[in-house]
């Protein structure tokens, strides 16, 4: 089965984000006051599968060893087929 | 009303993505084939408003001219209210 994954990476809360400090106060200099802002990554992955347990394994291999680092970033992923298997 | 903002940054299907190529690679390479990686941006913000069309203008001015270069990058978000107006 082909699936989407829709992956979100984003600083532990206990981590600074300087990019989201940045651009904090940018948005305060253009008028706009928010509370917080914090950046992270979103990386949409198309794959194959023969099942929904699979794809999740691949997907949470494919962030600890390359996507996400683990001692500053946590992820989660959506999963969605899009293609059911070909009987 | 105290709004969170989940904000997703894509580049357009048309413009190429050295980032997810790489990323593509490198996962053939630890033998996880997968059909496609796109990398963009994800961005939480947390903003007071009067209601959601007023939440929803100035996020769509935020992105338009700071978190999105319209040139070769989308923008969507979702909204949700995480704190009532104190009556």
Do not use: W
Not at 16 to 42: C, E, F, N
């Amino acid at each position: 089965m082909k699936y989407q994954a829709r992956i979100f990476v984003t600083l532990r809360p206990s981590v600074l984000d300087p990019a989201g400090t940045a651009v904090q106060s940018a948005l305060k200099q253009m008028d706009y006051h928010v509370d917080s802002v914090r950046i992270g990554k979103y990386v949409e992955i198309t794959l194959d599968a023969a099942d929904e347990a699979e794809a999740s394994q691949q997907l949470n291999e494919t962030c600890d060893k390359l996507l996400a680092n683990p001692v500053i970033e946590n992820y989660r992923f959506e999963l969605t087929v899009i293609e059911e298997a070909k009987v």
